[in-house]
């Protein structure tokens, strides 16, 4: 009977390890964030940690909110101290040793066709999202704004940030959009610029989620331990962050590998190959849940 031969390649994980770095779910009062311009002015006009039903902050109910509490605001031009917009700050965020950073927030705003965009003539209605690793040079990642240039429209994600609204429509129902930062440094700020400029506009956000990624290590030394005619034991060091593994196997260097198993561990037995054969393998570390 003819041995099997085995020739193994190595490759590189290009999956990083996402894990949650800080949350602001406004369930406790200022923590992981600070309002600037804020504050409560009557029942109509506030920008504040608000609730379904709140006798001091007066807006509808709004659905899909996390937990209790979110930020709302209604009303928030003209009033003492806000002549410009309130700002919603999450400061000294620390990413350091991550390759990028990803932003998940939740947003609702009601009633429909009562939003200014701010290429309009007629004023404007926003939620702007800005990152800053330095808490100078402000980079504006997000864009909440009406949705045509005429004086009413509807407050939708401007996903292009030219001042119209182009993409999803805002309703009472929060909804999630998630956006991702690039990192160029150790510490980040956020910071969500809003304004509004009618009695009958309200917005919530609620559920600020930052996450990181981690480069996952690559699973290095890749080894056959035990080679019989029918299987094959291979072996490789664990890859740092990594929660489980992919092998792929392929008779031809130059062809197409097949995922041939996962595994848990940093080992893994091969019963599908037989004698008289080549075969050639790598691994993937994965960081999944
Ligand atoms: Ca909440
Ligand atoms: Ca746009
Ligand atoms: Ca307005």
């Given at each position: 009977m003819k041995n099997i031969i085995y020739f193994l390649i190595f490759t590189f994980s290009i999956t990083s390890y996402a894990q949650t770095i800080l949350s602001v779910d406004f369930e406790t009062q200022d923590q992981n964030y600070t309002i600037s311009n804020g504050g409560i002015f009557s029942t109509e006009d506030y920008i504040t940690r608000s609730f379904n039903g709140d006798p001091e902050a007066e807006h509808i109910d709004f659905k899909g909110i996390q937990g209790?509490?979110?930020?709302?605001?209604?009303?928030?031009?003209?009033?003492?101290?806000?002549?410009?917009?309130?700002?919603?700050?999450?400061?000294?965020?620390?990413?350091?040793?991550?390759?990028?950073?990803?932003?998940?927030?939740?947003?609702?705003?009601?009633?429909?066709?009562?939003?200014?965009?701010?290429?309009?003539?007629?004023?404007?209605?926003?939620?702007?999202?800005?990152?800053?690793?330095?808490?100078?040079?402000?980079?504006?990642?997000?864009?909440?704004?009406?949705?045509?240039?005429?004086?009413?429209?509807?407050?939708?994600?401007?996903?292009?940030?030219?001042?119209?609204?182009?993409?999803?429509?805002?309703?009472?129902?929060?909804?999630q959009f998630l956006y991702n930062i690039p990192t160029s440094g150790n510490t980040l700020k956020l910071r969500f610029n809003i304004y509004n400029s009618s009695s009958q506009e309200v917005f919530a956000i609620d559920n600020i989620v930052i996450s990181g990624g981690i480069p996952l290590a690559v699973p290095q030394n890749l080894i056959t331990v035990n080679v019989t005619s029918s299987q094959c034991e291979l072996s490789w060091n664990v890859a740092a962050g990594a929660t489980g593994y992919h092998i792929y196997r392929s008779t031809d260097p130059y062809g197409t590998f097949t995922q041939v198993a996962t595994s848990a561990t940093n080992s893994f037995t091969d019963t599908g190959v037989s004698a008289g054969n080549k075969y050639f393998y790598y691994v993937t570390a994965d960081n999944s849940k």
């Open positions: 209790t509490y979110y930020l709302a605001g209604r009303d928030i031009h003209g009033q003492t101290g806000i002549d410009s917009a309130a700002t919603l700050n999450i400061v000294d965020i620390n990413v350091s040793g991550l390759d990028a950073v990803d932003v998940i927030l939740s947003v609702g705003a009601k009633p429909a066709n009562e939003y200014e965009s701010i290429a309009s003539n007629f004023g404007s209605d926003y939620v702007i999202g800005e990152y800053s690793f330095n808490g100078v040079d402000w980079t504006k990642f997000l864009q909440f704004t009406g949705n045509s240039t005429s004086e009413e429209s509807i407050i939708s994600e401007d996903s292009n940030l030219n001042g119209v609204g182009d993409g999803v429509a805002l309703d009472d129902s929060l909804r």
